[in-house]
């Protein structure tokens, strides 16, 4: 009987590990809002690392969090260090592409809780008197990441934070 059980949670196992195997090797999570101001008002705050506080919901992960801002003040070249004990974890980011008022790519590097190299892009399209905002991220999903995946939604758990920060940018652009 113990023998056919410990067979049994074998196989599940094994099939659990081919499944992770066969899932995407790349993510990409994206959310969309639509935001009463003009792209000239909102591009600023992304722009700008020193400006993230305003509306960046990781920025109330940890209060603790130790912030290093370097390279040019705002735009391509400008970086953002951060270290956290807490939910935070640790990394940076960098503007790697910066066109006014249409497009911010910036590489962000995790160095903890787990290492992972992403390319995070904000794109403001005009439609009208209102603006609509695109914060997407997407990078390599490496095994343990599909693995985890089975288990957590990260589409969910990271589109929840990006719903907060577009509302956090409309509240604060739209007064």
Not at 5 to 17: K, S
Not at 72 to 91: C, I, L, M, R
Not at 94 to 123: Q, R, Y
Request: glycine share 8%.
């Amino acid at each position: 009987m113990l023998k056919t059980i410990a067979l049994v949670v074998v196989a599940a196992i094994a099939a659990l590990l081919i499944f992770a195997a066969t899932r995407p090797d790349t993510f990409r999570v994206e959310r969309t809002a639509r935001i009463q101001a003009p792209a000239e008002k909102i591009f600023p705050l992304i722009d700008d690392f020193h400006r993230w506080g305003t509306w960046s919901p990781y920025e109330k992960l940890d209060p603790e969090m130790k912030r290093t801002f370097g390279g040019s003040a705002s735009g391509k070249g400008a970086t953002y260090a951060w270290d956290s004990k807490g939910k935070a974890g640790a990394g940076r980011m960098e503007i790697v592409e910066s066109s006014p008022s249409s497009k911010i790519a910036i590489n962000l590097d995790f160095t903890s809780p787990m290492e992972g190299h992403n390319l995070a892009e904000f794109t403001l399209q005009p439609q009208g008197d209102a603006t609509m905002v695109t914060w997407s991220m997407q990078g390599k999903s490496p095994y343990v990441a599909k693995l985890m995946g089975i288990f957590f939604n990260m589409d969910q758990m990271i589109g929840k934070d990006f719903e907060a920060g577009l509302a956090n940018l409309k509240t604060a652009t739209e007064k």
